[in-house]
């Protein structure tokens, strides 16, 4: 099997239509990521507030752990999944890449990134139906603020959703590699070669 050549990305037949759906979902990523950036700074702002008026007032927010547990911390981690899938930031145990050949490198991030993306296209799937099914009985959040329950459990299918198009993307990109010896997409960094461009 020869060693997949690097090539700009997009050079090459029936690439366009690939770079279009790559370059969509990043921009979807980087609107969530925007989005998910304000909900961290609210975060934090929420808790240094609450936390000031407990102690110094003895007046604590009655609504802030609903919003925290709810929506903040949910959306920082939701609205991120795919970006960080982009930029290689999940956990990856890579012991054993330093001893592979690219090309075994190639089938395994292809082999894994079609495995796991149903996997979490199934997840947004069902979490979807749960949220329609939120929407449609008007269900409402009991404590706090009171908010409807869909608009919390939204977070869930955006997330996987987007993750599962990423992965799908990715199999594509590593699959395409494979077939034609370009470089469609690169692999992962290994641990500690990040700087070096490897």
């Not at 975060?43 to 609504?63: E, G, I, K, T």
């Amino acid at each position: 099997m020869t060693q997949p050549k690097h090539v700009p990305p997009g050079q090459g037949s029936n690439a366009s239509g690939f770079v279009r759906l790559r370059a969509a979902a990043d921009g979807l990523d980087a609107a969530l990521m925007a989005i998910g950036g304000v909900m961290l700074m609210l975060l934090m702002l929420l808790v240094v507030a609450d936390v000031a008026l407990r102690y110094l007032f003895n007046a604590p927010l009655s609504w802030s752990y609903e919003m925290v547990s709810s929506y903040l911390m949910p959306g920082v981690f939701f609205l991120a999944v795919s970006h960080t899938l982009k930029a290689h930031g999940h956990v990856a145990v890579d012991i054993l890449h330093n001893r592979m050949g690219r090309t075994t490198r190639y089938v395994l991030q292809a082999a894994t990134s079609a495995l796991a993306a149903p996997v979490f296209g199934l997840c947004a799937v069902v979490a979807a139906q749960h949220t329609w099914g939120e929407f449609q009985v008007g269900s409402v959040s009991t404590s706090g603020i009171g908010a409807p329950s869909w608009t919390v459990s939204i977070l869930l299918p955006l997330g996987f959703g987007l993750l599962a198009l990423r992965l799908a993307l990715d199999a594509a990109g590593y699959i395409a590699t494979l077939a034609s010896g370009r470089e469609v997409i690169a692999l992962p960094p290994i641990s500690g070669t990040e700087d070096l461009g490897t």
